[in-house]
């Protein structure tokens, strides 16, 4: 495996082995060869307990020769070619590594907690940036609601309008047909009777009043088409205001889930931050576990927080199309007293079914003309 020795944080080049003596040496670009202390485990795996790299290891090349009384010669173990002085300079060496590689880690681990610190801020911001776009969507549909709700209060208004004006309209060309029906009356000389004086005021306002209700009719058609495609749109509204709420919660959600999972990969770099401080000094067992903890709370929260399914939003749907207001043409109506000629030929029908009853009246035996 990779080595974590000192030698390879300093970038220095080695071979290591493990003598006869049970300790672990090593000879080291620029220092010689140093005596890494006793090892136990087996012969290759010794070196494991320093941190060296597997990579590096090599039979002992100095494996002194027994003599022939099977005596192990005895001066390689002084450190062989190494001198105090040149062990003296790397322990030095050695232990200023150390206290730079405590001080880089220490450093490393506040970094880590100054991020972890900081997320409850950038959630925050998160959280805002997502509250910004949830407000424009909804000035968007209530501005788009005002606007519908104009429309259908102008097509209500306009119907209303036409309504009424129809009304006047047939009014007044009642008045003026039964004044001119009474004008032609009178000049047939039926002007004082009873078809003057009741028969032809009831068929005219009977006849208006068939007027009116038809253009009731019109008037109640066009405002139930208006308030059917209204209620329709309202529907559509109320649907597309639920699903912004729902697209709202499922971001904020996806928001906290997002910031959660980053805690857990920051805790993760805490804890090996820590470990990689304690080999070089200190308990950090204790900071370990907790960082531990956290980052089981917070898979917790990202259980709860991922059953929730983020709903896609689009902006706005609901359309409100003003249906075209059917009109009544009051100039249909059969009200018209126009003469064709001075004679006795007539072209309104009410003209003619009026002097039909003057007539009949004329010749009844329980008549008189004055009738």
Excluded: H
Aim: glycine residues 10%; without cysteine; aromatic residues 8%.
């Amino acid at each position: 495996m990779a080595g974590t020795s000192v030698f390879d944080a300093q970038g220095r080049d080695y071979r290591w082995w493990v003598g006869q003596d049970n300790n672990v040496w090593a000879n080291v670009e620029g220092v010689g060869v140093v005596n890494l202390g006793q090892a136990s485990g087996v012969m290759k795996n010794r070196g494991a307990k320093q941190g060296m790299d597997e990579s590096k290891w090599i039979e002992d090349p100095n494996k002194p020769a027994s003599n022939d009384k099977g005596e192990v010669n005895q001066s390689y173990y002084t450190g062989g070619s190494s001198s105090s002085s040149s062990s003296s300079t790397y322990n030095a060496e050695e232990e200023a590594l150390k206290n730079r590689m405590r001080g880089i880690y220490d450093r490393q681990a506040a970094d880590i907690k100054s991020n972890i610190d900081s997320l409850g801020s950038q959630l925050d911001n998160d959280l805002a940036a997502v509250k910004g776009e949830y407000d424009q969507y909804k000035n968007e549909q209530q501005s788009a609601y005002d606007s519908n709700k104009n429309d259908y209060d102008n097509s209500t208004k306009q119907n209303q309008q036409d309504l009424q004006t129809n009304r006047n309209d047939i009014t007044n060309r009642a008045s003026t047909g039964l004044r001119g029906l009474l004008r032609v009356l009178g000049a047939m000389g039926a002007g004082g009777g009873s078809v003057a004086r009741y028969e032809a005021p009831n068929m005219v306002t009977s006849q208006a009043n068939q007027e009116m209700s038809n253009a009731g009719r019109t008037y109640a058609q066009n405002q139930s088409n208006l308030d059917t495609d209204w209620g329709n749109y309202q529907n559509e509204f109320e649907n597309d205001k639920k699903k912004l709420e729902d697209w709202y919660n499922g971001q904020v959600k996806a928001k906290k889930q997002a910031n959660e999972e980053k805690r857990q990969s920051l805790l993760a770099d805490l804890v090996t931050a820590y470990g990689n401080r304690a080999q070089y000094g200190g308990d950090y067992g204790n900071n370990i576990n907790e960082a531990y903890d956290e980052i089981a709370k917070s898979r917790g929260r990202v259980t709860d927080l991922g059953k929730f399914t983020t709903p896609n939003y689009t902006g706005k749907t609901a359309v409100f199309q003003s249906p075209d207001l059917a009109s009544y043409d009051t100039g249909n109506t059969k009200l018209s007293t126009t003469v064709a000629d001075s004679n006795t030929s007539a072209t309104s029908p009410l003209l003619v079914a009026l002097r039909g009853l003057n007539k009949r009246k004329n010749n009844s035996p329980y008549t008189n003309a004055e009738a």
